[in-house]
């Protein structure tokens, strides 16, 4: 009498389990019937291992990304479509060039003063705040850093004066025609100095200045009429000048109103190369969204890690002070203008790390009281024993702290 077999769920039966169609011989008569491999959607599979006729399938690509590079970039230039290369990493890859974040920055970043700006992208931008929009988007992409900018500087200056000078009749330093050949004579002439300011005078009292700044890609050209001049001296130092409307002003980076600050780069830690980003992009009008972004708060972590850090230049310039900008070796003739920094209060947190945990380091006290508004409280109990102890120990930084705080309030 057979026993009634018992399966154990489980566990594999050895005898009865078919070979495996892999394993069989090319002599196997079933080794023809191979099913065709298709793997799981979430398996990570090599290409290797995947059929020719099932690569070919699953590889397809779409027309766009089959188009050619030069095309692509004219389709992406007609659009300005931020979000094209982020759609697949083919086409990530095919606009990643030199080439197409530059002009991507010349195009959308830099203007003039003297031009209806932003009149040539009017036709793919058709309003101011979608214009600030997009240049918020550019300077938080990753490749957006202070050494790339720094190294267009030199083509967009020899671009905007081979453009614009001949449309102006304008001179290059007074005494050069410019023609589309001036561009190795105008890259001679910054080769060496980071900064050009020429003053020449013409005819019936006309005075005209050019500066040029290899630092923040600035070309500056004022001309005005001559108002006085101190004892026939014709240095620009003992001169004033009446603008006329023949001034103009470029800038690689001009911001549109709205057009905001990425958070990158207003945290720690601060180093030099943040610090001139940050003006850079503070000169050029950007700004900080305190309502309908979080940047305000980054910015108020950075000041702190500034304060940390005991980086005075990055405080002076998270702060609201308004300091004129550096004047150059030959002073100008026309009014100096001013910039500002990111328009942040110093509060009790700040004064109790500069006191307390910088020892009182003096520029950035100096930089905490010479704030229009502070939110300070001297009298509290450890900022009075700081200054009880340093009257002994370090009188001089106990007397500059006193003399402040006497000046900025009723203490």
Not at 209 to 233: C, E, F, M, P
Not at 306 to 331: F, Q
Request: glycine fraction near 4%; proline fraction near 7%; charged fraction near 25%.
């Amino acid at each position: 009498m057979d026993l009634t077999p018992i399966k154990i769920r489980g566990k594999k039966d050895r005898a009865r389990r078919r070979p495996s169609i892999d394993s069989l011989p090319p002599q196997h008569p079933d080794y023809t019937t191979k099913r065709p491999f298709v793997p799981s959607p979430g398996s990570r599979i090599s290409s290797a291992k995947i059929p020719r006729q099932l690569a070919a399938r699953t590889n397809t690509i779409s027309v766009l990304e089959q188009l050619p590079t030069e095309l692509l970039d004219n389709i992406f230039f007609f659009c300005l479509n931020i979000s094209l290369p982020q759609a697949s990493p083919i086409l990530g890859r095919k606009l990643a060039s030199h080439h197409v974040k530059s002009q991507l920055v010349l195009q959308v970043l830099s203007a003039s003063s003297g031009d209806e700006y932003p009149v040539p992208l009017s036709y793919i931008i058709p309003t101011l705040p979608q214009h600030a929009d997009l240049q918020s988007r550019i300077l938080r992409l990753r490749w957006m850093t202070p050494p790339f900018l720094q190294s267009l500087i030199p083509e967009y200056i020899v671009t905007t004066v081979l453009r614009e000078f001949p449309k102006r009749s304008l001179l290059w330093r007074g005494k050069e025609h410019v023609d589309d050949k001036s561009g190795p004579m105008i890259l001679e002439s910054l080769k060496d100095n980071e900064s050009l300011q020429d003053v020449w005078y013409g005819h019936n009292a006309e005075i005209s200045q050019l500066t040029v700044s290899k630092y923040d890609g600035v070309i500056d050209y004022r001309a005005g009429w001559l108002k006085h001049q101190q004892n026939g001296a014709t240095s620009p130092r003992n001169l004033t000048a009446e603008e006329t409307g023949n001034s103009a002003h470029w800038r690689i980076f001009c911001g549109i109103a709205g057009c905001q600050i990425p958070e990158k780069i207003l945290h720690g830690p601060w180093t030099e190369e943040k610090c001139d980003f940050l003006e850079l992009l503070i000169r050029g009008n950007a700004s900080i969204d305190w309502v309908r972004s979080t940047t305000g708060e980054v910015a108020e972590r950075g000041l702190v890690d500034a304060l940390r850090e005991g980086n005075a230049r990055a405080v002076k310039i998270l702060l609201r002070s308004r300091t004129p900008a550096v004047r150059d070796r030959t002073p100008s003739p026309f009014s100096i203008t001013y910039r500002r920094g990111v328009s942040l209060i110093p509060t009790q947190e700040h004064l109790r790390i500069a006191v307390l945990e910088r020892n009182g380091q003096q520029d950035i006290l100096e930089a905490l009281f010479m704030q229009p508004e502070t939110r300070f409280d001297v009298a509290e109990r450890e900022i009075q024993w700081w200054l009880t102890e340093a009257r002994a120990k370090q009188p001089r930084k106990a007397a500059l702290l006193e003399r402040w705080v006497k000046e900025t309030t009723n203490y």
